[in-house]
């Protein structure tokens, strides 16, 4: 919309153009998607008019083409075909109800600011994922391609019965079939700038007009009835209605996160941002769109976005174009339409399900993270073996497990200082050492009930393997005291009575302000008995120094102490950068830029070890 509001009449002519090829790929698309959710074909043009034109009043992308889409209808028609039991009718009041409770779980999610989800299905998990929906569908469309009908449900009891359906392929139907894919796979050779799908629909239907499809016994669309559609008020027991409650929830976060990846992709290669939450709300309303006008649910379509982009398209205004073009096609030319042949859209189907399959980057995620390659093949089984709905499902389980173990077992590190008095991580530079007598460690998770125990763990464990026992342990504050826990404060207290039993000194650095007020509420004394607090780094660093220094002096007159050994070899000066900072209002760390980014790449840190109950 923002971009709307802000027109640029140079803009124009690319729009116009680009909706126009958006238009002539959407349209033989959105009828193989009907096919493929189990309605009619004009039920697909539906699904595009209404809902293209309200993404581009709400959407942030200008890019970003919305309509029907594979994963989404295969997701449809696993939910509803079962429900409805051979009905039609109530198939496709069943698509229609899914498709507005997919919507207002979008609103719903956007109201309570949950574009956050777009991260929540990792793409290794989505990749997986959508590898096994574009083989379900694949498998599925064999029985249109050959001309027979599939007894079996299961996609590997499909798998299992294709040789025993040899006998019973038509091939004349076949025929078309190939006819269908040599058009397309010769357009995308010579005219790759042209809709190999539209020219493909349109030579197999009129040579089936030709041919005539009664005499050549061949499946063909039929004939459609042009015009608004008639609105149905949904008939069927409340029951059938929580049955699509949960598919409608997993539906939304899939076609969300699908459609933030497309729509994030052509907003950088652009150059914009986008509005997670906003894109949630505008799929929600281009949902509830759908069904209102007996549609069924969409989502980003990548490869007509793709089309936009690789067309010129500037602004929304290409949603418009193409939803009028396809809005003329559904009222007032759907006489061609009904000589489509069924075998010909699902060639399409199987080609278009091509297109999400990346089996060579999954395979490639064996050397890259080989923790991310077995979720994405855990996820491509479950989708194959136990079907898309409980799939997608363990799809979202396996991302909040992800994330859970993520905050729950997180990496750390030690810390240690270089020649030029700069703070880096232990263990991946032979320049960096570790400072006599401290301890400097990172956590690199927020803090909450759930790790506290392990994080205490951790510490007491490292601090034990130093062969040398340290005499202070600092722990930067900022990247995981995040917010206030009584659990993890409860820790700290604990923490701190343990290691001063063993002659340790705790220093937390950075959140200077936030840091005092929640040691001070937990009745954890802070100060020179207590915790020390400190801006950063360097300046604890530097103070607990200078702290200890003079008890040193004190006790071991003539000594060095173990953090003056630090700064008193040849050639090493305390560095420029230990320096005092000030906090912002918040007691955030406020480093200048002359401070080298500290947040290396995560130091391997062997957790095997049993943890021991007290220091050694």
């Excluded at 299905?121 to 096994?132: A, E, K, Q, T, Y």
């Amino acid at each position: 919309m923002v971009s709307l509001l802000g027109y640029q009449r140079s803009w124009l002519l690319p729009d116009i153009r680009a909706g126009m090829s958006v238009a002539a790929v959407a349209l033989p698309v959105a009828i193989a998607y009907a096919e493929l959710t189990g309605v009619g074909a004009i039920v697909g043009l539906y699904s595009c008019i209404l809902p293209m034109i309200v993404y581009a009043l709400f959407g942030s992308s200008r890019q970003l083409i919305v309509g029907p889409d594979a994963a989404t209808c295969a997701v449809i028609a696993a939910v509803v075909t079962p429900l409805a039991a051979g009905d039609a009718v109530r198939h496709w009041q069943l698509v229609m109800t899914m498709t507005a409770m997919t919507g207002f779980w979008c609103l719903i999610a956007s109201r309570l600011k949950l574009g956050v989800l777009a991260d929540f299905l990792s793409r290794p998990i989505l990749m997986g994922l959508l590898n096994g929906v574009a083989i379900t569908i694949i498998v599925g469309q064999l029985s249109s391609v050959f001309g027979f009908t599939f007894a079996q449900s299961g996609l590997i009891e499909r798998l299992l019965a294709v040789p025993d359906y040899g006998p019973q392929i038509h091939f004349t139907t076949l025929g078309f079939s190939l006819l269908t894919l040599a058009v397309m796979l010769l357009c995308r050779y010579l005219r790759p700038q042209w809709s190999s799908s539209l020219l493909a629909l349109t030579v197999v239907a009129f040579v089936l007009w030709l041919g005539d499809p009664v005499r050549l016994n061949v499946a063909v669309v039929g004939s459609l009835n042009s015009g608004l559609p008639d609105f149905q008020i949904p008939e069927f027991p409340p029951g059938l209605i929580r049955e699509l409650v949960l598919p409608a929830l997993n539906l939304a976060m899939v076609s969300f996160v699908s459609m933030m990846l497309t729509a994030r992709s052509f907003a950088a290669k652009n150059g914009y941002d986008i509005d997670a939450d906003k894109e949630f709300r505008a799929l929600g309303f281009a949902n509830l769109a759908s069904a209102v006008s007996q549609g069924f649910a969409i989502s980003g379509a990548d490869s007509r976005t793709a089309v936009n982009d690789a067309n010129g398209g500037k602004s929304q205004l290409v949603s418009i174009v193409a939803a009028l073009a396809i809005a003329i096609v559904t009222f007032f030319l759907t006489a061609p339409l009904q000589y489509i042949p069924t075998a010909a859209l699902g060639v399409v189907l199987i080609m278009a399900s091509l297109s999400l399959t990346d089996f060579k980057g999954l395979w490639a995620l064996r050397h890259s993270d080989r923790s991310a390659f077995w979720l994405a093949w855990i996820t491509f089984a479950s989708v194959l073996l136990m079907g898309v709905i409980p799939g997608i499902t363990l799809a979202v389980l396996l991302g909040l497990f992800q994330f859970l173990r993520n905050v729950m077992r997180p990496t750390d590190q030690l810390m240690g200082m270089n020649d030029e008095g700069v703070v880096h991580t232990l263990g991946h530079n032979e320049e960096v050492k570790a400072i006599t007598g401290v301890l400097i460690y990172r956590f690199n998770s927020p803090l909450t009930y759930f790790n506290a125990g392990y994080f205490k763990r951790r510490v007491l464990l490292l601090l034990a393997r130093e062969s040398s026992p340290p005499t202070c342990l600092i722990i930067d504050a900022v990247s995981c005291f995040t917010h206030q826990d009584i659990s993890v404060m409860s820790m700290v207290g604990e923490l701190f009575k343990e290691l001063k039993r063993h002659g340790v000194h705790m220093v937390m650095a950075g959140r200077r302000g936030q840091m005092t007020h929640w040691l001070k509420q937990a009745g954890i004394r802070v100060g020179d008995e207590g915790i020390l607090v400190y801006p950063d780094l360097y300046q604890a660093l530097r103070m607990t120094r200078h702290h200890w220094a003079h008890e040193d002096e004190a006790e071991n007159k003539g000594k060095a102490s173990p953090f003056e050994y630090r700064f008193s070899q040849p050639g090493v000066n305390e560095p420029a950068d230990l320096k005092s900072h000030d906090n912002d209002s918040h007691g955030n760390n406020q480093l200048g830029e002359t401070v080298p980014d500290i947040m290396a790449s995560p130091a391997s840190v062997d957790d095997s070890a049993e943890t021991p109950d007290t220091l050694k």
